[in-house]
């Protein structure tokens, strides 16, 4: 990074943005680990850094969630966790801070584990509505991956006019 970044430098009269993204496809690193990976891409002149690892329960969402709030101060994030227990930080992107969030174009063209479609992101869970206001509810049980919740509660609330998201079970 450091070699591509001397040939063009960083912002200012470029006008191509640069990403530098690290993914972890077994788990999610700790606060620490993924404040310094992070820290890391803001220094070898990241406009923009993305940060993706595997959650295995939800407190590895809370820790994506809390990179994109404390490292949001030198730039845009975009933090996602992968895997069906990650996907609430790919639904509620824009509630949380991320820069942006990935959608596949349909069911089966995924580019990793646990991404919704776009059409889900927008109709089901309205992405483009969403602000850091927005309420979140959800289901509670076990098992619960199986549960049509998100698609019962989200149309029922687009209908109703009520701006809260339901994101589907971790």
């Known amino acids: 990074a450091e070699k ?42 990241a406009d923009i850094v993305k940060i993706a690892n595997t959650a295995q ?10 990179l994109i709030e404390t490292q949001s101060v030198h730039g845009p994030v975009i933090g996602l966790s992968m895997g069906e227990r990650g996907q609430m930080t ?27 479609t776009l059409g889900a992101l927008a109709e089901l869970y309205r992405l483009g509505e969403q602000t850091p206001s927005t309420p979140v509810l959800g289901v509670i049980g076990n098992p619960i991956g199986h549960s049509r919740s998100p698609a019962l509660h989200n149309r029922a609330m687009a209908a109703a ?6 994101p589907a079970p971790p």
């Not at 040939?7 to 009269?13: A, D, I, L, N, P």
């Not at 006019?161 to 339901?166: D, K, N, Q």
Request: aromatic share 8%.
């Open 4 to 45: 591509f970044f001397a040939m063009g430098g960083k912002g200012g009269s470029r006008k191509t943005r640069i990403i530098v993204s690290a993914h972890d496809y077994e788990k999610t690193l700790s606060d620490e680990q993924l404040a310094a990976l992070a820290s890391k891409g803001w220094k070898v002149g």
């Open 57 to 66: 329960d939800i407190t590895d969402v809370r820790r994506i969630m809390t």
């Open 161 to 166: 006019g009520v701006a809260g998201r339901a």
């Open 90 to 116: 790919r639904i509620l992107a824009p509630k949380f801070g991320s820069f942006l969030t990935f959608g596949a174009l349909s069911q089966g063209k995924e580019s990793a584990p646990g991404q919704p």
